[in-house]
């Protein structure tokens, strides 16, 4: 029996109850959301369970509330205001911990919705442009229903499933979401140089998505031998992979390879990734096991911040009470650095909000989550400059932080450490 059906005979194996796995970022199965949602009429507390998901989530509309539910593992903009709502949860995991979630059971799948390249002459599909969790919900979901995409990269790496694990496959041909680069302010160039100014030659590079992580991908031209090993990848890696800059020759694990567990960017990116057996697309289980990451020498993880206390401390994923993201695995990476050899870990962040309110703070909002504690952070970077604060007592961190926030907080910034920690 074919296993190629419609999206509304696929996603009838979805009950009221049922646990459902969506598949991330930019593989969110469009078609197979749309044909579950249209159910949402027979359907009651169904829970939604993914990390950020590009597009749409029609699941999320408040008039599906009695029908649909997320728990959210990653707050993206088409969720948060549902979480703000208190018509879906956020569950804050490292992301390195995800699959353990799947495979030991404590959030078992009925479901797992994916998205993949269509079979080929061995009858193996690819997760193509996201690996990550989605390999491990594929193995342990009870139902596997896939949309098969001519248009989605054949990725190397964790990524291949047999068309034996699929119980039903539904064809579409549409592109694949994309995320146009940022034009980059002089602030954020002036973050991403200094981030630059860290990075070693023959470093391994975790990096992330957003403005300053292309703006220290842009200022990295005049580097050698750089390697990547990340959570994700963007179309400034292809740039230095192109330029010579990413060789990946001074890495220990998977040398000479680009690692990493999702992409998005542009279509030039998924063209890059398609079939290349330069980059390996692995489960973050592996990617961000601090034991795997260590291994590697200097590895620099470059990741963002909402504020950062006068003491080190870093909110990365609320605004107050407010849940604006997740906790990622920013604690996953900052660790690994740490510990490898000439490692580096760096927060990034803009030394103001829009509003123009200080971001270097001297206590974090009420109920802000702590992602990253004061004793893992090493370096903080703004566009006004570097600190160093591993080494450093409370008193010379406050000093060190205080003199990369904007200038026109120093004074009240300074006024609230000497009140805490006496003069320096």
């Known amino acids: ?47 939604i369970v993914s990390l950020h998901t590009e597009g749409p989530a029609p699941y999320a509309a408040p008039e599906l509330a009695k029908s649909f539910r997320v728990n959210a593992l990653f707050v993206g903009a088409n969720v948060r205001r ?63 229903v896939a949309q098969v995409n001519p248009r989605m ?11 034996d694990q699929i119980d039903a496959m539904v064809e579409v041909d549409e592109p694949i979401p994309e995320l146009a680069p940022h034009v ?62 990413v060789t990946g020759e001074s890495k220990r694990v998977h040398p000479g390879k680009v690692v990493a567990g999702f992409a998005l960017g542009s279509k030039r990116l998924y063209d890059f990734l398609d079939d290349n057996p330069l980059v390996a697309m692995l489960d973050m289980a592996y990617i961000n096991d601090t034991a795997v990451i260590r291994r590697n020498p200097k590895v620099t993880a470059i990741n963002s911040a909402i504020e950062v206390d006068i003491t080190g401390q870093v909110c990365a994923d609320s605004i107050g009470d407010r849940q604006y993201s997740g906790v990622g695995g920013q604690m996953d990476f900052i ?24 971001r270097i703070v001297s206590m974090l909002k009420p109920a802000a989550g702590v992602v990253t ?30 003199a990369i926030a904007h200038p026109s907080h120093r004074d009240a910034l300074a006024a609230e450490a000497r009140r805490r920690f006496g003069t320096w």
Do not use: W
Request: glycine share 8%; charged share 20%.
């Open 1 to 47: 029996m074919s296993r190629f059906v419609s999206a509304e005979e696929a996603v009838s194996v979805i009950k009221s109850g049922s646990r459902v796995f969506v598949h991330s970022v930019a593989a969110a199965p469009r078609r197979l959301i749309e044909a579950m949602t249209a159910r949402a009429p027979e359907l009651r507390v169904v829970e």
């Open 82 to 144: 549902a979480v703000e709502e208190g018509r879906a949860d956020y569950l804050p995991v490292f992301l390195s911990e995800v699959p353990s979630l799947f495979r030991t059971g404590i959030l078992p799948l009925d479901v797992a919705l994916v998205h993949v390249s269509p079979p080929d002459p061995h009858g193996f599909c690819s997760l193509g442009v996201s690996v990550d969790v989605t390999r491990a919900a594929v193995q342990t979901a009870r139902t596997v």
């Open 373 to 402: 504690t004061r004793a893992h952070v090493h370096f903080v970077v703004t566009e006004h400059g570097i600190a160093d604060l591993f080494g450093k007592n409370l008193r010379q961190r406050a000093a060190a932080l205080i």
């Open 184 to 245: 980059l302010t002089d602030q954020e160039r002036a973050i991403g140089r200094h981030c630059a100014e860290l990075v070693d030659d023959g470093a391994t590079l975790q990096i992330g998505i957003g403005a300053i992580p292309q703006a220290t991908l842009a200022a990295l031209g005049d580097h050698h031998r750089l390697g990547i090993h990340t959570e994700m990848i963007s179309d400034g890696v292809v740039d230095l992979v192109e330029k010579g800059v």
């Open 335 to 358: 660790r690994g650095a740490a510990l490898s050899e000439g490692g580096k870990p760096i927060i990034a962040l803009p030394s103001v909000t829009s509003s123009g309110e200080s």
């Open 153 to 163: 990269p054949r990725s190397h790496g964790d990524g291949l499933i047999h068309i």
